[in-house]
């Protein structure tokens, strides 16, 4: 393995081996400072796509330091043995970037990495996909820009952020106690932080997004985001694939059957793009797993546990 600086940029860490290369990047998103990597592929052409790959709100037993590392493997994985450039990275609040967490800051931190991301290399083909509230965002930032994306996925994704909105002031001190909010005066009166939880709204961004892919994951037994969620997530795109996990719970990053169902996804939706097909012709209502504790209506997902 070599180790290296770029010479072209004294904050960028190059990692190189037989695997491929992953290069340390800090970008900017509106003003703060943000960490991520990207990794390469051996062997890249100009057909090479492109994935960014976003974690989610930091479980307690984590916390912020360590929060998105894994997903640093995840996307090496993908790089190596698919060819593709994966780009992860860590939210404001979160890791080695600065800032503090908001819904509408994280929303803008995955558009800021996309604009980083097709700065950095050159693909011709770029999806999105992430975890939990990661994968919530990715939908709502996807809408944003539908025309520049070619699929995007979301593994145990919330509805809405309604719940959340109805507990702000534990939301906030929960998130003080986790460290995704660092500065004593965050945030200031009438920026919006709060109502950002009810005008963020994944539900309505996925109706815009029926001219692209979509995979919906979640865990039968998620505690945390009722199934039923993506089951309004998949509704509201019209041609979603949606996936049931049997025994999962929230934590899908971690379950070798989600990572083998996005693996495969992104292959074939790839594929297509290549043929020039549909690139909206996903099979829809694609389920699998034991659905029978779907609930009864959509949580907009829950506080965390500890609030």
């Avoid at 592929?41 to 989610?56: D, F, I, M, Q, Y």
């Avoid at 097709?118 to 999105?128: E, P, Q, V």
């Avoid at 865990?219 to 089951?231: I, K, L, T, Y």
Wanted: aromatic fraction near 6%.
């Amino acid at each position: 393995m070599l180790v290296r600086r770029c010479g072209r940029c004294s904050e960028r860490l190059i990692i190189d081996d037989a695997a491929g290369t992953a290069v340390e990047h800090r970008f900017i998103s509106e003003g703060i400072e943000l960490d991520g990597e990207l990794n390469a592929p051996r062997h890249t052409g100009a057909t090479s796509p492109a994935l960014v790959l976003c974690h989610g709100y930091p479980d307690p037993t984590i916390g912020s330091p360590a929060v998105g590392m894994d997903l640093s493997e995840l996307g090496a994985r993908i790089a190596t043995t698919m060819g593709w450039y994966v780009f992860t990275f860590r939210f404001r609040g979160c890791g080695r970037s600065g800032g503090n967490f908001s819904l509408g800051g994280w929303r803008d931190d995955i558009l800021a990495a996309v604009d980083h991301l097709s700065s950095s290399i050159d693909h011709r083909t770029l999806w999105l996909a992430g975890f939990g509230t990661g994968g919530g965002l990715c939908i709502s930032a996807a809408a944003r820009i539908t025309e520049r994306l070619d699929g995007v996925a979301a593994m145990g994704a919330p509805a809405g952020f309604d719940d959340w909105a109805s507990h702000t002031r534990r939301l906030l001190q929960h998130s003080r106690n986790l460290g995704v909010i660092r500065d004593a005066d965050f945030p200031v009166a009438g920026d919006g932080w709060a109502e950002q939880f009810r005008s963020i709204r994944p539900v309505d961004d996925a109706a815009k997004l029926a001219s692209i892919p979509m995979l919906l994951i979640h865990g039968a037994d998620d505690e945390s985001v009722p199934v039923f969620d993506s089951r309004v997530l998949a509704d509201a795109h019209g041609s979603a694939e949606l996936r049931v996990i049997s025994g999962a719970g929230h934590g899908l990053r971690y379950d070798p059957r989600v990572v083998a169902i996005l693996l495969g996804w992104l292959d074939r939706t790839r594929n297509r793009v290549l043929r020039g097909a549909d690139a909206s012709g996903v099979d829809a209502g694609s389920v699998t797993g034991d659905d029978a504790d779907a609930g009864s209506g959509p949580s907009a997902y829950p506080a965390p546990p500890s609030v």
